[in-house]
């Protein structure tokens, strides 16, 4: 390689890096505009509720109480034989408590079997 082709390599790479460099500082500084400019209109909209919040108290506080309102609620309770285990034998419960521990149910244990027919596969 002749010391023509290295300089212009090297003044090729400096270009493309300064070009690199400077297309960073033009989004950088796009990016800090729409900040500034955001943060300015926060602020700005954070001053007008102020002063409104402001007038709404003055004028709160120039009002009287004419009425109160006392609520009370009412608490009813309704029993349902759903709710206290009257619906269910005790063969369901311990059927509902042998699956929740995770156990099989024993068919010795149960009180009523099945009838002779149900079982059968027709």
């Not at 002063?51 to 004028?59: M, N, Q, S, T």
């Not at 244990?109 to 009838?115: I, K, Q, S, T, V």
Request: hydrophobic share 50%; charged share 25%.
């Amino acid at each position: 390689m002749t010391a023509r082709t290295l300089v212009m390599l090297a003044v090729l790479a400096i270009a493309a890096g300064t070009g690199w460099l400077s297309r960073g500082w033009f989004e950088d500084a796009q990016r800090l505009t729409a900040l500034e400019a955001a943060q300015a209109a926060a602020s700005q909209a954070l001053a007008r509720e102020s002063v409104i919040a402001g007038v709404v108290e003055a004028r709160l506080a120039t009002l009287d109480t004419h009425q109160r309102v006392i609520d009370r609620g009412v608490i009813r309770e309704i029993q349902k034989p759903i709710y206290r285990r009257v619906c269910l034998e005790p063969d369901a419960v311990r059927l509902l408590n042998d699956a929740a521990a995770g156990r099989a149910p024993d068919p010795a244990d149960a009180a009523d079997p099945l009838p002779d027919d149900a079982a059968a596969v027709e």
